[in-house]
């Protein structure tokens, strides 16, 4: 309906997410629920790929200097 509304309002832009009806039934929604699953899974690995190769070596460096910074007071 946001792209809809968007149209009538003379807006120059769509609404930019999705929507999704599901039928509700059991296998459905079971399908729906382990592809949700995976997605969050594979959103965590992810994070932890980043966490590794960028950020925790950005933790140590900037620890590095904060002790750096102490032993010269």
């Known amino acids: 309906m946001g792209g809809?509304?968007?149209?009538?309002?003379?807006?120059?832009?769509?609404s930019r997410d999705t929507d999704l009806v599901i039928v509700s039934d059991v296998a459905?929604?079971?399908?729906?629920?382990?592809?949700?699953a995976r997605l969050?899974?594979?959103?965590?690995?992810?994070?932890?790929?980043a966490d590794r190769q960028y950020w925790a070596p950005l933790r140590s460096r900037l620890e590095a200097l904060r002790r750096e910074h102490h032993d010269r007071r």
């Not at 809809?4 to 769509?14: D, H, I, K, R, S």
Request: glycine share 6%; with cysteine; proline share 0%.
């Open 4 to 14: 809809q509304a968007c149209v009538l309002y003379g807006g120059a832009e769509f």
């Open 28 to 36: 459905n929604l079971d399908r729906l629920r382990a592809a949700v």
């Open 40 to 49: 969050l899974r594979e959103e965590e690995d992810r994070e932890r790929e």
